[in-house]
């Protein structure tokens, strides 16, 4: 990965290679033959590849680098584009929470094309990093519903009707609005039955082409012909695969089938975190990404929330503090992650001050978590991250401190999309986690804390990997759809509840008051600076 600055760039070359050696790497230590492979799925981040009409990667990098050519979901060079698209307002703009983000592909498309007219000149094919992994393992240039709905402004819903989860078919793509991408600018991307950016779309699970070509087959060391499903997001995949994880004892036996899903949300929670949930109506819900007729699971509406730093934002707190290394040293002297570390550290530091419950400890330290702009639900790529209560002291259990307010600042960030999407209809009473952060019990349990709903972990804790395998299933007949693959391949494992102590809910409550009025702060002194500068 290349960093400069808000651009941040990868090379798909790159990436086919770790796939391809990922695969043999897995089959080897599995012991898989070649031909008990049954079929494939691909999940990837959001990310924008360029390739030219031999499939050779553009550059979309200042640098010329042609192996530069993904810009990555998290790069954010396309402020002022998204800025522009969302003046115009758009129709097409209401089914992404009502404006495009800087993370979505078609800022990024003009930002190439107002800055980089050779590359633009060069590339065939634009796609999303996933599509484009399936397009490479089988010559289709199918795009998914996934991809093209969330990220791309595509109308999923144009299909309503028009198809069977059970014959699910690859159709031709009638959702792309001309009209908006010729306002923006980019009205050559349509041009020619959208070839460039996808002439026809599938449901996720869509079998692909004739399957592996020869050649991906080879580098993959599986069968040629292996069934590849159409692909899904990353963090979509992760709802896939944990969607269904819902324990007997958590499940509400009075809600048919259908409405009980709507009740929950799933917190895919890595670098960033996503917040999937699923409605049979569509909800218009300003600045969170949807309503994606599909886009998930079919023929629900998916709401998409979303923290552009999480994960990311708990290793810039740790790897920035003075007392890190020191702190790194003794964790790999007890054979445990950093973060493992921190949390005995906070256990022993509750008991030492005689504290309430482990919470309080940060009752001094407040944490805005906008590092890298807020993605919902104010939908402010501008909005910077606040710290608030930094001492001179530079100790180990200082940034302990830190990190407990950091997780704490985060899990009010949830809550306010979760209040957020309850208050424009949904019902959310149940959320799900999966990722790396879910492995941190801390984490999760300040979220049920913080939230006041149950969080259910999966079994499978690599959800987002079952999810993309539910996709190989699904393409190669194993199933009759998606929502059939997962009720069978989703297993719950443990619940963690909210604390029953009404001091943990009071102390939560008023900390999250103080954590919305940073960002009120926040806008007061951005118009006070403005004015200054005038």
């Known amino acids: 990965m290349w960093k400069e600055r808000d651009c941040i760039e990868q090379s798909s070359t790159d990436i086919w290679l770790a796939v391809c050696a990922a695969v043999k790497s897995a089959c080897s230590l599995a012991s898989v033959a070649p031909e008990d492979v049954v079929g494939l799925g691909f999940a990837a981040t959001c990310s924008l590849v360029a390739v030219d009409a031999d499939g050779s990667p553009v550059s979309v990098s200042w640098s010329g680098d042609a192996r530069r050519n993904i810009i990555v979901w998290m790069d954010h060079r396309a402020v002022d584009q998204a800025d522009r698209i969302?003046?115009?307002?758009?129709?097409?703009?209401?089914y992404c929470g009502g404006g495009v983000s800087p993370e979505m592909q078609a800022p990024k498309l003009l930002w190439v094309k107002e800055n980089l007219q050779e590359s633009w000149s060069m590339v065939c094919r634009w796609m999303d990093l996933s599509d484009w992994l399936a397009y490479r393992a089988t010559g289709d240039d199918t795009r998914s519903l996934c991809t093209t709905v969330c990220k791309w402004t595509y109308l999923g819903h144009a299909h309503m009707g028009q198809w069977k989860e059970s014959d699910s078919r690859d159709m031709e793509a009638c959702g792309w609005d001309e009209v908006f991408w010729e306002e923006i600018g980019l009205g050559e991307l349509?041009?020619?039955?959208?070839?460039?950016?996808?002439?026809?779309?599938?449901?996720?699970?869509?079998?692909?082409?004739?399957?592996?070509?020869?050649?991906?087959?080879?580098?993959?060391?599986?069968?040629?012909?292996?069934p590849v499903g159409t692909s899904l997001i990353d963090?979509?995949?992760?709802?896939?695969?944990?969607?269904?994880?819902?324990?007997?004892?958590?499940?509400?036996?009075?809600?048919?089938?259908?409405?009980?899903?709507?009740?929950?949300?799933?917190?895919?929670?890595?670098?960033?975190?996503?917040?999937?949930?699923?409605?049979?109506?569509?909800?218009?819900?300003?600045?969170?990404?949807?309503?994606?007729?599909s886009a998930m699971v079919a023929e629900y509406w998916l709401t998409e929330?979303?923290?552009?730093?999480?994960?990311?934002?708990?290793?810039?707190?740790?790897?920035?503090?003075?007392?890190?290394?020191?702190?790194?040293?003794?964790?790999?002297?007890q054979s445990v992650s950093i973060f493992e570390l921190m949390n005995k550290l906070l256990?022993?530091?509750?008991?030492?001050?005689?504290?309430?419950?482990?919470?309080?400890?940060?009752?001094?330290?407040?944490?805005?978590p906008d590092f890298h702009g807020n993605r919902s639900p104010v939908a402010d790529p501008k909005s910077k991250g606040v710290i608030c209560g930094l001492t001179l002291d530079t100790s180990e259990k200082q940034l302990a401190l830190l990190y407990l307010a950091t997780i704490q600042g985060i899990a009010y960030g949830t809550r306010h999309i979760v209040e957020h999407c309850n208050a424009h209809g949904h019902k959310i009473d149940t959320l799900l986690a999966c990722g790396g952060l879910a492995k941190n019990s801390l984490y999760i349990q300040e979220h049920a804390d913080i939230i006041g709903c149950p969080i259910i972990l999966p079994r499978e804790n690599e959800s987002v990997l079952l999810g993309a395998s539910i996709l190989g299933a699904v393409a190669a007949k194993k199933f009759s759809g998606v929502r059939d693959a997962m009720k069978s391949l989703n297993a719950a494992g443990k619940a963690l509840h909210?604390?029953?102590?009404?001091?943990?809910?009071?102390?939560?409550?008023?900390?999250?008051?103080?954590?919305?009025?940073?960002?009120?702060?926040?806008?007061?002194?951005?118009?006070?600076?403005?004015?200054?500068?005038?």
């Open 347 to 368: 256990f022993s530091m509750s008991q030492e001050q005689n504290m309430p419950f482990l919470s309080a400890l940060s009752q001094d330290t407040h944490v805005l």
């Open 190 to 226: 349509v041009e020619g039955n959208s070839a460039k950016i996808g002439r026809s779309v599938a449901f996720p699970g869509h079998p692909l082409g004739s399957g592996l070509t020869p050649a991906a087959a080879k580098e993959l060391g599986l069968l040629p012909g292996t």
């Open 305 to 333: 929330g979303g923290q552009s730093a999480t994960g990311a934002l708990l290793d810039y707190i740790v790897q920035n503090h003075v007392a890190a290394p020191l702190l790194a040293n003794h964790a790999a002297s």
């Open 235 to 293: 963090a979509h995949a992760g709802g896939v695969g944990v969607m269904e994880s819902v324990p007997d004892a958590e499940s509400k036996a009075d809600l048919p089938d259908e409405e009980e899903i709507c009740r929950r949300m799933v917190l895919v929670c890595g670098t960033s975190t996503c917040h999937m949930a699923v409605s049979k109506n569509k909800l218009f819900i300003p600045g969170v990404w949807g309503p994606f007729w």
């Open 86 to 94: 969302n003046a115009r307002n758009s129709p097409v703009l209401q």
């Open 498 to 534: 909210p604390s029953s102590d009404p001091r943990v809910k009071k102390y939560h409550d008023a900390k999250y008051q103080i954590f919305r009025s940073l960002y009120e702060q926040q806008l007061s002194y951005r118009s006070t600076m403005a004015q200054a500068l005038q």
